[in-house]
């Protein structure tokens, strides 16, 4: 037998056949049966594992053709990222050439189908060719709206002043949640307000902290004019909390984090996974995982394949190389109304979440709103108050359900006026140490000041509980008193207020620029301590922007006057001579407010611009689909029009225009990228990456795939002449002359 076996001829123990053994279509994360949704307008992988027969055949690419609704996309066909490869034997998920992977932003619809031949241009001998092309038909791609955070650097300055600039801007400290949470796009930008400086130990004020973060999301951002976002997330220096960082509530809209390199993308993505509505949990993220635009390559060299024993984002205290995302944290940011593409008003999802969320309580007699923020205690079963800030133009919280705490306001003569439910356990466990429980959490809420005409004199929190320990009942429920605070006879009283230049030099002959100083002074008759904000409107007083918030004014006896300093760029520019400050201070209850005269003030700046991908230093093979993502927000606009947002090669020219495109064109060579960014009123900013471009015979002209270039090849390069297609050799859009000179100069081959 083994004589009749070595009298074979080569070709025939050798014979080597190639077909489409499975095709993945994954962002991110995908199961065997390719049950998760998939998003449209998001950077998808498509892995395709070879069946084979003979021994593993270097060499072998592929072909991917996309149609929406049966007709083929502008991007297709798409050339693999990654081929020709090594097929083997036995391919396997964890090895990333083992599959040839094509790179795709699949459009919106019901009826997307995908179409891989593998050898596509015959460059394998192979005894077989009729088994080489396999589709997945019918996948559908959801709309899903873009989701919007503000963050916060925070000045911390009991250690490390402001975080790192560059960790925590788009592109850096977006990473790990652009790369698990598939909405629409992120649109991740800085707060529009001045920078937030906190005071105080994190350790022992982190629930000041969340509350802050939350005022600012609810009430300062709207105030100032903006969008309330969905989320808000503050940076502190380092990692100076022992629970890494902390959300306001699951679910909620408020949360911080460290820029601990190790821990600080993945801390951001764990605590927006409690904002979703996600508890720890302890599951690994069980199938393989792809990184689809590299977004922890840098600074971390995080490779592009998930192992299946990587844990998911929500168990706690994990660093950013030991995480990814199991499928009950991905589908919750899929499946949460902020994500929605029906119209949202930017509120928390499912109705409020206990701590302000939740767009729209009952309407008030257009007095505003009196912000109550504290700390809930749950060892001493109390809550401490912090002083109530007055704030027009924002949302009165809506009554949440669960809640466990009810906060009551009355009028002068005990009338109630109105209540609400909030929840304060929601998210008691420690993001450091699994099972550790914290002993404080966050109460915030937002009552209307005036009700039937009638304004709001003394505020009552109570627990609302089962009934046990004689506790008063109300409702049938028990209830218990936790705080309250009550209106004094006398408002404080402003006494000094002035806004300067700092330096004399610093105030041209009709605009204030530069370094600010503020002098101010207030005093209570009740004796009641004074805490009070600065703001700054560039509009008349339509728009608010916080300056600084919560000084205690007249802390340290002896001092005199308060001062504060603050430079100008930290502001937008005034519309003409309208800017002007003003001083809001709070004895606890009554709140009184004093303003500057108008004037010009401060200068229009660029908008901010970030390369979200490629990366600096990326490498890809001729034809490969090339992810352009960006980002581009102004203060003034706000998230820049798509037509704003423009795309150049050093060696290519332009290239694109849009925050996320994809382009499979880029000539051979090292190219800078350029995303520039301008605003409307011609102000712009730019951001660059340096990519190289490979050489790859990618499309050998062999049109019709029956080994020979030839008139049938001709024909079909003829045929589709003016328009895109697999006879665009050169990818430039259109079949056109140069393809043609590419055909013959291959006719015979």
Same mark, same amino acid.
Request: proline residues 6%; charged residues 20%.
């Given at each position: 037998?083994?004589?009749?076996?070595?009298?074979?001829?080569?070709?025939?123990?050798?014979?080597? =056949?190639?077909?489409?053994?499975?095709?993945?279509?994954?962002?991110?994360?995908?199961?065997?049966?390719?049950?998760?949704?998939?998003?449209?307008?998001?950077?998808?992988?498509?892995?395709?594992?070879?069946?084979?027969?003979?021994?593993?055949?270097?060499?072998?690419?592929?072909?991917?053709?996309?149609?929406?609704?049966?007709?083929?996309?502008?991007?297709?066909?798409?050339?693999?990222? *990654?081929?020709?490869?090594?097929?083997?034997?036995?391919?396997?998920? *964890?090895?990333?050439?083992?599959?040839?992977?094509?790179?795709?932003? &699949?459009?919106?619809?019901?009826?997307?189908?995908?179409?891989?031949?593998?050898?596509?241009?015959?460059?394998?001998?192979?005894?077989?060719?009729?088994?080489?092309?396999?589709?997945?038909?019918?996948?559908?791609?959801?709309?899903?709206?873009?989701?919007?955070?503000?963050?916060?650097?925070?000045?911390? #300055?009991?250690?490390?002043?402001?975080?790192?600039?560059?960790?925590?801007?788009?592109?850096?400290?977006? #990473?790990?949640?652009?790369?698990?949470?598939?909405?629409?796009?992120?649109?991740?930008?800085?707060?529009?307000?001045?920078?937030?400086?906190?005071?105080?130990?994190?350790?022992?004020?982190?629930?000041?902290?969340?509350?802050?973060?939350?005022?600012?999301?609810?009430?300062?951002? &709207?105030?100032?004019?903006?969008?309330?976002?969905?989320?808000?997330?503050?940076?502190?220096?380092?990692?100076?909390?022992?629970?890494?960082?902390?959300?306001?509530?699951? &679910?909620?809209?408020?949360?911080?984090?460290?820029?601990?390199?190790?821990?600080?993308?993945?801390?951001?993505?764990?605590?927006?996974?409690?904002?979703?509505?996600?508890?720890?949990?302890?599951?690994?993220?069980?199938?393989?995982?792809?990184?689809?635009?590299?977004?922890?390559?840098?600074?971390?060299?995080?490779?592009?394949?998930?192992?299946?024993?990587?844990?998911?984002?929500?168990?706690?205290?994990?660093?950013?190389?030991?995480?990814?995302?199991?499928?009950?944290?991905?589908?919750?940011?899929?499946?949460?109304?902020?994500?929605?593409?029906?119209?949202?008003?930017?509120?928390?999802?499912?109705?409020?979440?206990?701590?302000?969320?939740?767009?729209?309580?009952?309407?008030?007699?257009?007095?505003?709103?009196?912000?109550?923020?504290?700390?809930?205690?749950?060892?001493?079963?109390?809550?401490?108050?912090?002083?109530?800030?007055?704030?027009?133009?924002?949302?009165?919280?809506?009554?949440?359900?669960?809640?466990?705490?009810?906060?009551?306001?009355?009028?002068?003569?005990?009338?109630?006026?109105?209540?609400?439910?909030?929840?304060?356990?929601?998210?008691?466990?420690?993001?450091?140490?699994?099972?550790?429980?914290? !002993?404080?959490?966050?109460?915030?809420?937002?009552?209307?000041?005036?009700?039937?005409?009638?304004?709001?004199?003394?505020?009552?929190?109570?627990?609302?509980? =089962?009934?046990?320990?004689?506790?008063?009942?109300?409702?049938? !429920?028990?209830?218990?008193?936790?705080?309250?605070?009550?209106?004094?006879?006398?408002?404080?009283?402003?006494?000094?207020?002035?806004?300067?230049?700092?330096?004399?030099?610093?105030?041209?002959?009709?605009?204030?620029?530069?370094?600010?100083?503020?002098?101010?002074?207030?005093?209570?008759?009740?004796?009641?301590?004074?805490?009070?904000?600065?703001?700054?409107?560039?509009?008349?007083? *339509?728009?608010?922007?916080?300056?600084?918030?919560?000084?205690?004014?007249?802390?340290?006896?002896?001092?005199? #006057?308060?001062?504060?300093?603050?430079?100008?760029?930290?502001?937008?520019?005034?519309?003409?001579?309208?800017?002007?400050?003003?001083?809001?201070?709070?004895?606890?209850?009554?709140?009184? !407010?004093?303003?500057?005269?108008?004037?010009?003030?401060?200068?229009?700046?660029?908008?901010?611009?970030?390369?979200?991908? &490629?990366?600096?230093?990326?490498?890809?093979?001729?034809?490969?689909?090339?992810?352009?993502?960006?980002?581009?927000?102004?203060?003034?606009?706000?998230?820049?029009?798509?037509?704003?947002?423009?795309?150049?090669?050093?060696?290519?020219?332009?290239?694109?225009?849009?925050?996320?495109?994809? !382009?499979?064109?880029?000539?051979?060579?090292?190219?800078?990228?350029?995303?520039?960014? #301008?605003?409307?009123?011609?102000?712009?900013?730019?951001?660059?990456?340096?990519?190289?471009?490979?050489?790859?015979?990618?499309?050998?002209?062999?049109?019709?795939?029956?080994?020979?270039?030839?008139?049938?090849?001709?024909?079909?390069?003829?045929?589709?002449?003016?328009?895109?297609?697999?006879?665009?050799?050169?990818?430039?859009?259109?079949?056109?002359?140069?393809?043609?000179?590419?055909?013959?100069?291959?006719?015979?081959?």
């Amino acid at each position: 037998m083994f004589g009749l076996l070595a009298l074979c001829p080569a070709s025939v123990v050798m014979a080597v =056949d190639l077909s489409v053994a499975s095709i993945e279509i994954t962002q991110g994360l995908q199961t065997a049966t390719g049950g998760l949704p998939l998003i449209a307008r998001n950077a998808t992988m498509v892995r395709v594992k070879i069946a084979l027969v003979g021994p593993a055949q270097p060499g072998v690419d592929a072909l991917l053709r996309i149609y929406s609704n049966g007709i083929e996309i502008p991007e297709s066909p798409v050339y693999s990222s *990654n081929g020709p490869i090594t097929a083997p034997v036995v391919p396997l998920s *964890n090895n990333i050439d083992d599959t040839i992977n094509f790179l795709c932003l &699949p459009p919106e619809g019901a009826d997307i189908d995908f179409v891989v031949t593998v050898n596509a241009f015959n460059t394998v001998v192979e005894s077989d060719y009729s088994n080489n092309t396999l589709s997945v038909l019918d996948k559908a791609f959801l709309c899903r709206r873009m989701a919007e955070i503000a963050y916060v650097p925070v000045n911390y #300055t009991p250690g490390g002043g402001l975080p790192n600039a560059a960790m925590i801007e788009p592109g850096s400290g977006d #990473t790990f949640l652009r790369a698990i949470y598939k909405t629409g796009d992120w649109n991740y930008h800085r707060s529009p307000l001045p920078t937030y400086t906190h005071t105080q130990d994190i350790i022992v004020s982190n629930i000041l902290l969340l509350n802050m973060m939350n005022d600012i999301r609810q009430n300062q951002i &709207p105030a100032a004019g903006f969008t309330r976002p969905d989320f808000v997330f503050g940076w502190l220096p380092g990692n100076p909390f022992t629970g890494n960082g902390q959300a306001i509530s699951t &679910p909620g809209g408020a949360a911080f984090g460290n820029t601990d390199p190790l821990r600080f993308q993945r801390t951001f993505a764990h605590e927006i996974g409690h904002c979703w509505g996600q508890p720890h949990n302890q599951v690994s993220i069980s199938v393989v995982g792809f990184d689809i635009e590299r977004q922890l390559r840098d600074p971390l060299g995080i490779a592009a394949v998930m192992p299946a024993t990587k844990r998911d984002v929500m168990v706690a205290g994990l660093n950013t190389p030991d995480a990814w995302v199991a499928s009950i944290t991905y589908l919750d940011a899929i499946d949460d109304a902020r994500s929605a593409c029906a119209a949202f008003d930017g509120g928390g999802g499912g109705g409020g979440d206990g701590n302000g969320d939740g767009g729209g309580g009952p309407a008030n007699d257009s007095g505003g709103v009196l912000r109550i923020a504290g700390t809930h205690d749950h060892v001493l079963h109390q809550v401490r108050l912090e002083p109530t800030m007055e704030q027009d133009g924002v949302d009165v919280t809506e009554d949440n359900a669960r809640g466990n705490v009810l906060v009551e306001s009355f009028a002068a003569d005990g009338v109630r006026l109105h209540a609400v439910r909030v929840d304060t356990l929601g998210c008691r466990e420690s993001c450091g140490q699994a099972g550790h429980l914290h !002993r404080e959490t966050s109460l915030f809420v937002n009552l209307p000041r005036v009700v039937g005409g009638r304004e709001t004199a003394r505020v009552l929190v109570r627990d609302v509980g =089962d009934g046990r320990d004689g506790r008063k009942m109300r409702d049938g !429920r028990a209830v218990k008193s936790l705080a309250q605070l009550v209106r004094s006879a006398h408002a404080p009283e402003i006494t000094n207020f002035a806004v300067t230049p700092a330096h004399p030099g610093d105030i041209s002959s009709t605009t204030l620029v530069g370094r600010m100083r503020v002098d101010w002074s207030a005093r209570d008759a009740d004796g009641d301590p004074v805490v009070a904000d600065l703001l700054y409107s560039p509009d008349g007083a *339509n728009a608010w922007f916080p300056v600084v918030l919560g000084v205690q004014i007249g802390a340290n006896p002896g001092a005199g #006057t308060d001062t504060f300093e603050f430079e100008s760029a930290q502001l937008p520019a005034s519309r003409g001579a309208h800017g002007l400050f003003a001083m809001r201070a709070s004895d606890g209850m009554n709140n009184t !407010r004093r303003r500057s005269g108008s004037f010009a003030f401060g200068q229009s700046a660029p908008p901010d611009v970030h390369v979200i991908s &490629p990366n600096e230093t990326d490498s890809v093979p001729d034809g490969a689909t090339v992810i352009l993502h960006g980002s581009a927000w102004d203060i003034d606009d706000q998230l820049l029009p798509e037509a704003s947002v423009t795309w150049t090669s050093s060696r290519d020219g332009a290239i694109g225009t849009g925050r996320l495109l994809a !382009r499979r064109n880029l000539s051979v060579g090292t190219h800078i990228i350029t995303v520039r960014g #301008t605003d409307s009123g011609g102000l712009w900013a730019e951001r660059s990456v340096t990519i190289t471009v490979t050489p790859r015979v990618y499309n050998n002209a062999n049109l019709d795939g029956i080994g020979v270039v030839n008139a049938f090849d001709l024909m079909i390069m003829l045929s589709t002449w003016g328009q895109g297609g697999v006879a665009d050799i050169d990818l430039n859009g259109v079949v056109s002359s140069p393809d043609l000179a590419e055909l013959v100069q291959r006719w015979g081959y």
